[in-house]
């Protein structure tokens, strides 16, 4: 038996009806949602360098260079890669086959000298006593010379006033040949002397410069990576290890091609890494170009060269690790420069 249908009742929504509906509904809104994230995403991609400039950056500081001008042979070193070191610490003990050498060298040249010294020390006493007696001789030379009489010529025979003669020249002439030598000698000795003192004083300087293999830090700083191992050997010049003077860090912000304004000095930028904003400011505008990290090189060209910007974080900011790998902006607009820095602290 069928039951009449109620007209005063309302009718009930057809249930496959109403699922359809509610699923359409969250379909059109999942794809919505899709759409507007794609539009968004393209519109930021294509339109960010409208709004602000950005590029790559690396965190760096003035690296000073630990070497030696000696060949040599590492025997220990004394820090590692990221060690902290102050100025005056020890950073390597060096062996030097080289400095040996020419210690010896020097060492040799002093006892030749010492040899030669004696020889010409035993000359000039021997010229020292020739030179007594041939004044003597001489003293009696002009002894007998002075005997003669001019006016007794007949008396004196000839033969003999040409002995006193002979012998009176040859006196002063022997006389005036060892004063000679012992005048030479004396100044060969003098030189021989002024060059003892700079062999010694050379060989105190390069012991002094070497200071027994010591290599000591030249600046406060931080150990970088190109560090050298016990037993390599070092040719002069050569790197022992790497200083990075993390007082005076700084971030090189290499430039996109792009760009509406150029940054210029004491422009206030900032700094991503990784989740972190640190405030910075534009110290320093180079005008040669660099290869920026992180591009990857194609076989038909070469790597793009960018101009590099010098940039500083703020005062007060931590300390980012050198050779992080950082991103620099700078905001084009004031209202943006507003925001981030409400968001991010004040500027200078």
């Known amino acids: 038996m069928r039951m009449p249908m109620d007209r005063s009742l309302p009718l ?3 249930p496959v009806r109403a699922r359809r509906a509610r699923s359409g ?3 059109r809104l999942v794809y919505g949602a899709g759409v507007l994230a794609v539009a968004s995403y ?3 991609y294509f339109g960010r360098e409208f709004l602000f400039l950005e590029g790559a950056g690396t965190v760096t500081a003035p690296v000073y260079d630990v070497s030696t001008a000696y060949l040599s042979q590492v025997v220990h070193m004394n820090v590692a890669s990221g060690v902290a070191v102050e100025k005056g610490d020890l950073i390597a003990t060096l062996k030097s086959p080289q400095i040996e050498r020419e210690v010896d060298d020097l060492d040799r040249l002093l006892v030749e000298q010492s040899q ?11 010229s020292a006593a020739t030179v007594d007696l041939l004044r003597k001789n001489v003293e009696l030379a002009d002894e007998a010379f002075s005997r003669l009489d001019p006016g007794n010529s007949g008396v004196t025979s000839l033969s003999y006033r040409m002995d006193v003669y002979r012998e009176r020249s040859a006196a002063g002439l022997q006389l005036a040949q060892a ?4 005048a030479e000698v004396r100044k060969q000795l003098d030189l021989f002397a002024a060059n003892r003192r700079d062999i010694r004083i050379r060989k105190h300087e390069l012991l002094a410069a070497f200071d027994e293999g010591h290599v000591k830090a030249q600046v406060d700083g931080i150990i970088g990576t190109d560090v050298v191992h016990v037993g390599e050997v070092i040719k002069p010049g050569d790197r022992i290890a790497e200083i990075y003077d993390v007082s005076e860090a700084y ?4 430039l996109p091609p792009f760009s509406l304004r150029e ?9 991503h890494y990784g989740s972190e904003v640190l405030p910075a400011y534009v110290y320093e505008i180079q005008q040669i170009a660099q290869q920026a990290p992180g591009i990857n090189q194609s076989l038909l060209r070469e790597k793009p060269q960018q101009q590099v910007v010098l940039v500083r974080p703020m005062p007060g900011q931590r300390q980012l690790p050198i050779n992080a790998q950082v991103t620099v902006r700078m905001n084009y607009s004031d209202l943006l420069e507003a925001m981030a ?8």
């Open 263 to 271: 940054p210029q000095v004491a422009e206030e930028v900032y700094v």
């Open 179 to 182: 004063e000679a030598e012992a």
């Open 116 to 126: 030669k010294e004696a020889d010409l020390k035993i000359r000039l006493r021997v």
């Open 341 to 348: 820095s409400r968001l991010f602290g004040p500027g200078k």
């Open 251 to 254: 971030i090189l912000w290499h």
């Open 42 to 44: 393209f519109a930021w």
């Open 25 to 27: 509904l969250l379909v």
């Open 12 to 14: 009930a929504p057809h």
